[in-house]
């Protein structure tokens, strides 16, 4: 059975920091690309950045452009865990936060440039709370 585990969410302030986890179980993780998505309120879940299962041999990672520069997704397959750094978090950050596993990059790497969910990816984690607030 697959497992996508996120960790690391909570309240912070404008500006400040946060570095979300996830933990994968089921899969074997050289075999899947891993995206972050997330899902404000009233708002439709959306994809923030994406990492293939080369990591960045293949040119990538890939980020929306309103995160480019302040997120960073990494993986450590050893570990079985995906992560995404959040640097100068913004109130419009304000989210849940989602891991997802696919097999195909091009999928997740999609996902980064629409307003809505074309294809959902293989496997979803349950999402983590993100609130930026002063």
């Known amino acids: 059975q697959v497992h996508l585990v996120e960790s690391g969410g909570g309240s912070v302030q404008p500006g400040g920091s946060l570095r979300l986890s996830c933990a994968v179980s089921g899969i074997d993780l050289n075999e899947y690309s891993f995206g972050w998505f997330r899902q404000a309120p009233g708002k439709e879940r959306e994809g923030i950045a994406c990492i293939s299962s080369k990591g960045e041999r293949d040119g990538g990672p890939f980020y929306r452009e309103s995160v480019e520069g302040r997120f960073t997704i990494s993986r450590d397959n050893a570990k079985n865990m995906i992560h995404l750094q959040m640097n100068n978090l913004k109130p419009e950050d304000t989210a849940v936060y989602y891991c997802?596993?696919?097999?195909?990059?091009?999928?997740?790497?999609?996902?980064?440039?629409?307003?809505?969910?074309?294809?959902?990816?293989?496997?979803w984690g349950q999402g983590t709370q993100v609130t930026v607030s002063s």
């Open positions: 997802a596993a696919d097999k195909l990059l091009a999928r997740l790497f999609r996902e980064l440039h629409t307003d809505r969910i074309i294809r959902e990816p293989e496997y």
